[in-house]
């Protein structure tokens, strides 16, 4: 190991100091670790981490009777969202893959990876956007509104760290759109490290704008936020003035985005008090130095902004169903 790199030190170290290899580990030991601290805000929705660990439980029993055994893909394909989090967590508790769809592909686009991935089940939000969402001949869709997620009985499977946990999509810039799979103990790690080397932490507000069907909002914010103990507030469509609106009321710590979407709230900021932000976290573009000093001025209070970078994991193992879809 670089001794001119002591960074890389401290994420092997904070590595060390958790010992889940499953995220189903992780977001039972956030339960007991944190308790009481809040861990989703949705609008009226607030969850203590204890709270988040028993709706999984409870979702979890939910997948199992609707048939959902271990290593079934299904697909997520629904806004950001506190019933997103708890439909994704519990399905992974139930030894299901998530499965994530991104809410502006049209249905033929939904279609052909809600096919491809074999998934058993479709989890949407029907209307968001003014849109009908469902799924293809022969593949059940359930509306998280209809209380699915809380018509179970508390239920984990037995999962382990090589089991895949999710099958994401490539975006299709030179050709079809390809199914990546992952599993649980190289997630666990990657984003254990992220955490460390971004300086995310308990007690921290983490409003995610990224879309939770591309991997960044998903294990960036979600899986992440639950490791550290961070508080999540999932945007469900981005809107500067809502956001800025949003980041004072609930005194967000913790942005990340890309810097079209820095430009678009320095840009609407106008006299707002953005103190409370201390971790902008941007990259997945070219950042003119003028724009890198722009959050520290706008905020006021930054201990650091750094380029979000995922670090390299192991190769999972998967099913060859999961692998070729």
């Not at 199992?64 to 806004?79: F, K, M, T, Y």
């Not at 460390?196 to 939770?212: E, H, K, M, Q």
């Not at 409370?276 to 930054?302: C, F, H, M, W, Y």
């Amino acid at each position: 190991m670089r001794r001119d790199r002591p960074e890389i030190t401290r994420a092997c170290i904070h590595a060390q100091t958790v010992h889940e290899k499953t995220i189903p580990e992780v977001v039972f030991a956030a339960g007991d670790r944190f308790g009481d601290a809040e861990a989703v805000v949705d609008g009226p929705v607030r969850l203590s981490f204890a709270e988040l660990a028993g709706r999984v439980r409870t979702a979890a029993g939910a997948f199992r009777s609707a048939g959902v055994r271990g290593g079934d893909p299904v697909a997520i394909w629904a806004p950001n969202s506190a019933d997103w989090i708890v439909a994704a967590f519990g399905l992974l508790t139930a030894g299901g893959v998530v499965v994530p769809v991104s809410t502006r592909y049209q249905a033929a686009e939904a279609g052909e990876i809600i096919r491809r991935s074999e998934a058993k089940l479709v989890l949407v939000r029907d209307g968001f956007l003014g849109r009908t969402y469902g799924a293809p001949a022969g593949v059940t869709a359930i509306d998280l509104a209809s209380g699915f997620l809380d018509s179970g009985s508390p239920y984990a499977a037995r999962v382990r760290g090589a089991d895949p946990c999710d099958i994401s999509s490539t975006s299709g810039t030179t050709g079809r759109s390809k199914g990546v799979p992952m599993c649980h103990e190289q997630t666990v790690r990657a984003w254990v490290d992220w955490c460390s080397l971004t300086g995310l932490r308990a007690a921290d507000r983490y409003l995610i704008v990224s879309p939770f069907s591309r991997v960044f909002g998903y294990k960036a914010g979600c899986i992440a936020a639950t490791i550290a103990g961070a508080a999540m507030l999932p945007v469900p469509v981005f809107d500067a003035s809502a956001v800025l609106d949003v980041v004072e009321r609930e005194r967000v710590t913790v942005l990340p985005g890309p810097p079209t979407v820095y430009n678009s709230l320095l840009a609407a900021a106008g006299g707002r008090d953005l103190s409370s932000l201390r971790l902008p976290v941007t990259g997945a573009a070219d950042i003119p130095a003028e724009l890198a000093a722009l959050p520290v001025n706008a905020a006021g209070k930054v201990d650091k902004a750094r380029l979000a970078i995922t670090p390299p994991a192991p190769a999972a193992s998967v099913p060859e169903r999961t692998a070729s879809s």
